[in-house]
């Protein structure tokens, strides 16, 4: 999210000449069509919402939370481990609005599930941006080195991504995360995103590829730059748009992979908390104690599918191709927009970036 | 082309090469293989570590026992000779008699997934691009994001309990529907077809109530007839059926002209009439009838096409070739559905014919279509929660895909000529739109191997995954890597094929040889 602030830094100054349209630089663009994107906007809100809820709750590190519990003590039975939260007003027959004792229950030896539940989306979040950060720096390292030098080091490095490639992401995470499960959640979370990045790195070098044929390329060669400084300065800042949308992708598909390893079992092991693993502890208990299953359900969808709202905002505001399409709904206006160069390639990135579920 | 594929395969061989060997050193260094002994109580603890380290050559650095297996590997590439050596198991079987038992459930589901997400996710992925921004297009839309967003488990698990078990309690309970749900399910197909429509608010609302009250009263006329206990097909459900693969044909091929209206029509006559002349052969069930009435049907309909087709022959015989498959194809379904009853009161099965668990009920037997059918109550729902993700993205992509080739020159020049929409849409738009999909499907098929796994776990059905799973729960190198040599190769094979169909279906792509 701090490229997408940093590429909208500078707004060029607004120009009041008559009624002439101001003058926007691409930045500024894409910023303004993702703030009018309401779904994204409200789903960056939720996310932080959300997660800034997680952190009052329970703290962070050594912060410290406001609630009274935390999530490996165990407490005395309370109402049968029912959850006790209500929002049903005493008015509409229910028995007031409050947290009471155990919000979300407790799990079935007396956790308090409420601080389960918080530390497991801390924990998910946390791999996530792990996950989107960290691979997508390298993703994009390896993309822009192999799309820039083309020739025997492209060939190198995109061999290696089709290594990775060939064994899919749960099978691969699921060996990785066995050896670093019990290393601790930081560990897991590098380790995934070292396997997880070969999705970036492909469309950050077609990327490339295309790009360091352009004219300003060449300007920046005449005018005395090194290999280093062209990829960094000149035609990274023009793929910012492939990298930020193929981040966020990987960062949505962390999500599930990260839950999915852990209810195998070869994710966070306890005393850790995951959403994934308090899953697969809670499910034979679905008939009896449908809440231990509901809550983390409802979070990592939620959590998923906000961070891929998220996502699918920031595409259409990088490509705002969508829009071209209801100029053809509309005869007399201004043609449909030509066909792009791009007609040969497939039309969107996203499945690329799917995850191993 | 030759060329294209030689570099192809050698590239992938090392590929493979260098995957197998991260893949052996990452299992190698996951855990303990042995974990279970070094905690026993047994007497003889130490001769039995002793004797698992020698057979699984522990004393060896893990790069050389990489070696060890590949040399193993490597003679599987030799026909003929007994060389093929995948090792053994922990507990002392041969992977190479594991591992084939594990995949046929697998290959099922995986390719059953596949199947189902590929018609249904490029069938709604089309029909909403064609009717992009009605609230039907939002609505779906918002509930591929949904899907997408849910991981297979939950999926999984939301099947076992709501599906399977609500479904068994319906029938053991008499399956009977109540009012309240035909006129709910109703309310809701009708809504569905007239949030879909374009036009007046007043047309909207006539189709609602018209679907409303066809579906509502199909469903009731189901239920109180007790078609959910004694299922069938029936002569209607084949004549519809076979008259509804007519149309979509006519539809996708624009076929709807001259002489080729009086082939569909025939085609369509004669497949529902030998739809009820095979019932009889059907009833022993046995795969070489299940092939010929198959084959027949469609070596007859390909004749039959080509000889009455005159001057459009070609296309002619493909009608009737694909009607008439499909016709069989029906009677065939027919016959497993009317094996519903029979298997649903079999003791094994004691009325809740929907498992949860396994592939297989223990103990069962019976003629083809008891077995059939039992494989398919246990697989159906671990390929539904495949399927559904998978339908998710195919759905995006191909409305996706739809909407970029809509915008194309050659759409403009094709309405511009005068070509009525439907061929529009379905000659030169849709077959567009198929040549990415096609490429994302093979590509996709990964993400399913790994989708299975978790899907098998959950319905402990015993396939690749779960042997996967088990093997790397006891760090047991020798079956990962016989599951790793499987989803591998079939990646790569898949991949190749997608680089292919590309080439083949799009000609602006060419293979550099």
């Known amino acids: ?217 060449e300007a920046a060669r005449v005018g005395g730059a090194g290999n280093a400084r062209i990829i960094a300065v000149h035609i990274l800042p023009n793929a910012v748009g492939v990298v930020i949308v193929s981040g966020t992708l990987l960062a949505a598909s962390a999500i599930l992979l990260e839950t999915a390893l852990s209810y195998l079992g070869y994710g966070v092991q306890p005393p850790e908390v995951s959403l994934g693993r308090l899953i697969s502890d809670n499910q034979s208990a679905f008939a009896t104690r449908p809440w231990l299953y509901w809550w983390p359900a409802v979070f990592i969808v939620g959590l998923a599918l906000l961070v891929n709202f998220v996502g699918d905002g920031l595409r259409n505001a990088f490509d705002p191709r969508q829009h071209r399409f209801r100029l053809r709904r509309t005869p007399g206006t201004r043609g449909g927009g030509r066909a792009s160069s791009r007609a040969a390639a497939p039309p969107a990135t996203e499945p690329e970036n799917r995850s191993e579920r | ?148 967003s849910l991981p297979s488990f939950l999926i999984a698990v939301l099947l076992k309990e709501f599906i399977a078990i609500r479904f068994n309690d319906f029938l053991v309970a008499g399956g009977r529907l109540s009012p309240g749900m035909v006129l709910g399910v109703g309310a809701v197909f009708g809504g569905a077809v007239a949030l879909f429509s374009r036009g007046t608010r007043r047309r909207r609302w006539a189709l609602f109530a018209i679907a409303a009250a066809a579906s509502a009263a199909t469903l009731g006329g189901l239920s109180l007839s007790g078609w959910f206990v004694d299922p069938g097909l029936g002569p209607v459900g084949l004549g519809l059926g076979v008259l509804g693969t007519a149309a979509v044909t006519v539809l996708l091929m624009d076929a709807w002209r001259g002489r080729l209206r009086w082939v569909t029509g025939g085609a369509a006559l004669a497949g529902l009439l030998g739809c009820l002349l095979v019932q009889g052969a059907l009833e022993r069930g046995s795969w070489p009838i299940i092939f010929g009435v198959v084959f027949g049907f469609l070596g007859a309909g390909i004749l039959g096409g080509f000889l009455a087709g005159g001057q459009e022959r070609a296309t002619a015989a493909r009608i009737g070739g694909v009607v008439l498959t499909a016709a069989g194809l029906l009677a065939v379904v027919d016959r497993f559905i009317r094996e519903w009853p029979a298997y649903v009161a079999n003791p094994r099965v004691s009325g809740r014919p929907i498992a949860t668990v396994g592939s297989e009920t223990p103990g069962l037997t019976g003629d083809l279509w008891t077995v059939g059918m039992d494989r398919f109550t246990h697989l159906l729902l671990p390929t539904m929660a495949l399927m559904l993700i998978s339908f998710a993205a195919y759905t995006r992509y191909s409305r996706a895909g739809m909407l970029e080739v809509l915008d194309q020159d050659y759409i403009r020049t094709a309405r511009a000529k005068g070509l009525p929409e439907r061929t529009v849409i379905a000659r030169h738009a849709l077959r567009n739109t198929l040549i990415p999909v096609a490429t994302i499907v093979a590509t996709d098929i990964g993400s399913l191997l790994g989708g299975a796994v978790i899907a ?58």
């Open chain 1, 1 to 217: 999210m701090s490229d997408q602030n940093r590429s909208a830094e500078s707004p060029p100054p607004p120009q009041e000449f008559g009624d002439a349209t101001p003058a926007r630089g691409f930045g500024a663009l894409v910023l303004r069509r993702f703030l009018r994107n309401r779904m994204a906007m409200v789903s960056l809100f939720l996310v932080l919402l959300l997660w800034l809820g997680t952190v009052v709750a329970i703290g962070l590190g050594p912060l410290p939370g406001l609630w009274k519990h935390d999530y490996s003590t165990l407490y005395p039975q309370h109402a049968g481990g029912r959850a006790t939260l209500s929002l049903l007003p005493v008015w509409l027959g229910g028995e007031g609005i409050g947290l009471g004792e155990h919000p979300f229950g407790q799990s079935r030896i007396g956790q308090d599930y409420f601080a389960m539940t918080m530390r497991g989306i801390q924990n998910s979040v946390f791999v996530m941006v792990v996950i989107g950060g960290a691979g997508t720096v390298v993703g994009t390292v390896i993309g822009a080195i192999a799309g820039y030098y083309r020739g025997w080091v492209d060939a190198v490095l995109m061999r290696m991504t089709d290594v990775f490639i060939v064994i899919p992401t749960l099978v691969i995470g699921a060996v990785v995360g066995r050896t670093a499960g019990g290393l601790g959640i930081w560990f897991l979370a590098v380790l995934l995103a070292l396997i997880s990045w070969m999705p970036v790195a492909r469309l950050v070098r077609a990327e490339f590829l295309s790009l360091r044929e352009r004219e300003f390329v």
């Open chain 2, 456 to 513: 098998e776990h959950v319905f402990a059905i015993p396939g690749m995954g779960q042997l996967f799973n088990t093997s790397h729960r006891l760090v047991d190198l020798n079956p990962i890597m016989g599951y790793f040599l499987v989803i591998a190769i079939m990646a790569i094979t898949f991949n190749i094929l997608a680089d292919l169909a590309y080439a083949a279906l799009d000609p602006r792509v060419r293979v550099r040889g």
């Open chain 2, 1 to 148: 082309m030759v060329s294209f594929l030689v570099r192809r395969l050698i590239v992938s061989v090392l590929i493979l090469l260098a995957a197998s060997f991260i893949m052996f050193v990452l299992a190698a260094n996951s855990g303990d293989p042995l974990q279970d002994l070094r905690t026993t109580n047994a007497p003889n603890r130490e001769q039995l570590i002793a004797q698992r380290s020698e057979v699984l050559r522990l004393d060896l650095p893990v790069p050389l026992r990489w070696a060890n297996w590949l040399g193993g590997a490597t003679g599987c590439l030799v026909p003929g000779a007994q060389l093929c050596d995948l090792g053994r198991t922990i507990s002392g079987s041969a992977v190479l008699t594991v591992l084939p038992t594990a995949m046929s459930s697998t290959v099922v589901l995986v390719t059953g997934a596949t199947v189902f997400a590929v018609i249904l996710g490029v069938l709604v992925g089309v029909i909403t691009a064609l009717r992009q921004n009605t609230p039907f297009d939002l609505g779906v839309t918002l509930f591929s994001f949904f899907l997408y």
